[in-house]
């Protein structure tokens, strides 16, 4: 597509005004210019944009770049009797508001000279809740809190300034020294007392994408330059992205936001909810930035050792329903970020895209030592990451080799993982038997013991307290004669559990699962829409709890094991992703498979044996 600019949209009245306040400034300096006090008027201020951006792959206006308004004159007037402060002369500023546009074969973005920021930022290759290509500013919260690329400084009042600003536009185009295709969009303002540039350079392309059809990390990739002086002096003026992302459309993906960094082998993790806003963080950082479960904007600063961040919380409205606008309101956290040079002025790259694991670990950092040197912990695989990303490594290669559909992988890698878990299920079932061979003797033993504490005074605690010691000594020995573990059928499962939690936030964290299709599944990182798999996962643990002989368990609690675990289990899906809920359920369906085949060996005979038999003898 081609590249595009189009003409400035101005506010209905806004050229009147302008002449009108022009006519007044240029009255004021020949009447008073000969008075003493001198000050310049009061600059117009213009309103914010309310302009939308084309949507991608439309046609745009005809091309057409802002032109650079000239330097006006200062003004000067005379303030009244006791004087007023003098306001600073405007010597750099754009005539009227204008945007640009860049736009590539991955995203579409809109930036505004009013306030030198983006107004849009269009991920072509994901789509929104709504089935278009997604905008991955928030705009709700963007415009309460701040647009992409505009500046954060401690002085709120120098703040507002920089992001209600018409800045001059100056573009070119040019090559990058890897040959590609560059655009660079220069901002420019000044007063008598600040000055202000800001520059960001694009990448168009063309890239070469991988077999499995993702772009490089570095087509994500913008640089960023920005650089404030006031009354002569470098201002800290760090370039932000402050309010979240536009995915976030529900209290549960608002509750995903968070603020990262990274230096070394060391990541930092702040959910949104604890952010403390406009707090200071100082470097080095390789990386550091805001982000949701999917996607992030983060910077990487060039000069580490002088970088800061500052984290920024906000709080925004919304209906508990986003389909209802009329449902009760609710409060979500806000996350954002602004990075930059604590010296003042600033040169850094920002990525802004997905959280794929392909794409991040294309993205380089300043080299650290014993780091990994991209982003790739930009996805968070939680406390058994060390599992969780060699298994999403997995899925993915079967989904590239064996499957083209993300669920249809998930089955496959399931069948797998479980078919390589039997050996721990079959260690299960023996210790489960053998410690049931001992229950007799172990019976035996505790009654001993009960009828010795019978001839105890009832305030003889030390007594029992050395009978209670002796007993479990006893059964210890029992145990170690009998080659026996009281522990042998819990620590196959214990095992197990790591890996299992690392599969399920694998699961949850994987990007590629977002949208993605399976049968009647339209989106497998959302919930079941028609709650099929959760009333499955009911289903077939029932079914589980019946073909598997529980010996050690009272009757009570058997009826307990079999319908009060399968409905909390239930009730915990109904809204777990459906990724996930299919794991879950394959994996209970291989499970009774196995299970069916371990009933008919002479080991399930005897289990179910000595099962039935305990059942008849509490019948009794």
């Excluded at 209600?164 to 890897?178: E, I, P």
């Amino acid at each position: 597509m081609a590249d595009q600019y189009y003409s400035p949209q101005q506010e209905p009245g806004f050229d009147k005004r302008l002449i009108i306040v022009s006519l007044i400034a240029f009255a004021a300096v020949m009447i008073l210019q000969s008075y003493l006090f001198k000050q310049k008027p009061q600059p117009n201020q213009p309103q914010k944009p309310a302009a939308t951006a084309p949507a991608p792959g439309g046609n745009p206006p005809a091309p057409t770049e802002a032109q650079p308004a000239a330097a006006k004159p200062a003004a000067k007037e005379t303030a009244a009797k006791g004087g007023s402060k003098a306001q600073p002369v405007v010597t750099k500023q754009a005539s009227a508001e204008s945007q640009t546009v860049i736009d590539t074969d991955l995203y579409h973005v809109v930036l505004s000279n009013h306030g030198g920021q983006a107004t849009s930022w269009i991920l072509k290759r994901y789509d929104d809740e709504k089935g278009h290509p997604l905008d991955l500013i928030n705009q709700a919260a963007a415009a309460k809190f701040g647009f992409p690329l505009s500046l954060w400084t401690p002085d709120e009042a120098l703040r507002n300034k920089l992001a209600a600003a018409l800045y001059t536009v100056d573009v070119k185009d040019g090559q990058g020294g890897d040959g590609k295709a560059q655009r660079t969009v220069t901002y420019e303002y000044a007063d008598q007392d600040v000055s202000v540039r800001k520059a960001f350079t694009f990448e168009l392309g063309p890239w070469t994408l991988a077999k499995n059809g993702t772009a490089p990390g570095s087509a994500y990739v913008v640089k960023v330059e920005a650089s404030v002086t006031q009354n002569g002096k470098p201002v800290a003026a760090y370039p932000a992205w402050p309010a979240g992302f536009g995915d976030q459309v529900n209290a549960i993906a608002y509750g995903s936001g968070a603020v990262d960094y990274q230096y070394g082998d060391k990541v930092e993790r702040t959910a949104a909810k604890k952010v403390a806003n406009a707090s200071v963080i100082r470097g080095p950082f390789q990386w550091a930035g805001a982000m949701d479960q999917y996607f992030g904007a983060v910077f990487l600063p060039d000069d580490m050792a002088n970088s800061a961040m500052v984290q920024l919380h906000n709080s925004l409205q919304m209906p508990q329903n986003p389909a209802d606008p009329n449902s009760k309101q609710i409060t979500v956290d806000i996350a954002g970020a602004a990075v930059g040079n604590v010296n003042g002025a600033t040169i850094e790259r920002m990525f802004a895209g997905p959280k794929n694991l392909s794409v991040l670990e294309s993205v380089h950092t300043a080299t650290v030592s014993g780091a990994n040197n991209d982003l790739r912990q930009m996805v968070d695989f939680g406390f058994f990451s060390w599992m969780g990303r060699p298994l999403f490594l997995w899925l993915r290669w079967t989904h590239d080799h064996w499957s083209p559909n993300w669920g249809w992988a998930i089955v496959i890698l399931t069948v797998i993982i479980n078919a390589a878990l039997l050996p721990l299920r079959l260690s299960s079932m023996k210790s489960a038997l053998k410690m049931q061979k001992l229950q007799p003797q172990m019976n035996a033993v505790k009654d001993k013991y009960k009828a010795k504490m019978r001839n105890l005074k009832a305030n003889d605690r030390a007594a029992k307290m050395e009978m209670t010691q002796q007993q479990n000594q006893e059964i210890a020995a029992l145990f170690k004669r009998e080659g026996a573990n009281p522990v042998g059928g819990c620590l196959p499962l214990l095992i197990q559990m790591p890996f299992l939690i690392a599969f399920y936030t694998m699961l949850e964290r994987a990007i590629e699962l977002r949208h993605a299709h399976w049968l009647w599944i339209t989106d497998l990182s959302a919930a079941d829409p028609y709650k099929i798999l959760p009333i499955a996962i009911i289903v077939t643990t029932v079914w589980m709890q019946k073909m598997t002989p529980q010996p050690t368990v009272d009757a009570a609690q058997q009826k307990m094991m079999m319908f009060m675990m399968p409905l909390m289990l239930g009730f915990m899906a109904w809204t777990v992703a459906s990724g996930l809920a299919v794991y879950w359920v394959v994996g209970t369906i291989v499970s009774i498979v196995q299970q069916y085949a371990m009933n008919r060996t002479a080991l399930g005979q005897e289990m179910r044996a000595m099962a039935m038999k305990r059942a008849r003898k509490q019948a009794k």
